[in-house]
């Protein structure tokens, strides 16, 4: 069975640091490209950053860029989503996904991590 399971998430001050990972089994996904998106209360699900299957490659959201840090470790099958200098409005639930085809469609999703970030 294929998963990606979430973890790292909490309640955290504003401008603090939290990092998340992304944990798959089920199979290799060393040749994904994997991504982060986040969902607050009443709003839509939005991207929040990108890394290609080598790592060589990543792409973030306006509104995370120089604060958080994409990365993965494909000998662990594992991705992380380094965050720092938080803020209230990134307060959300995270989920990670794999695009298996490079298509940006993600194929698998996890269930999500709640991070909340308190003024």
């Known amino acids: 069975q294929v998963q990606l399971v979430e973890s790292g998430g909490g309640l955290v001050q504003a401008g603090g640091s939290l990092r998340l990972s992304c944990a798959a089994s089920?199979?290799?996904?060393?040749?994904?490209?994997m991504g982060w998106f986040r969902q607050a209360p009443g709003k839509e699900r939005e991207f929040v950053a990108r890394?290609?299957?080598?790592?060589?490659?990543?792409y973030y959201a306006n509104s995370v860029k120089g604060r958080f840090t994409i990365s993965r470790d494909n000998a662990n099958n594992t991705v992380y989503l380094q965050m720092s200098s938080l803020k209230p409005e990134d307060t959300a639930i995270y989920y990670c996904?794999?695009?298996?085809?490079?298509?940006?469609?993600?194929?698998?999703w996890g269930q999500g991590t709640q991070v909340t970030v308190s003024s």
């Open positions: 996904a794999a695009d298996r085809r490079g298509t940006m469609i993600y194929d698998y």
């Open positions: 890394i290609s299957w080598s790592g060589g490659n990543t």
């Open positions: 089920g199979r290799t996904f060393s040749r994904d490209a």
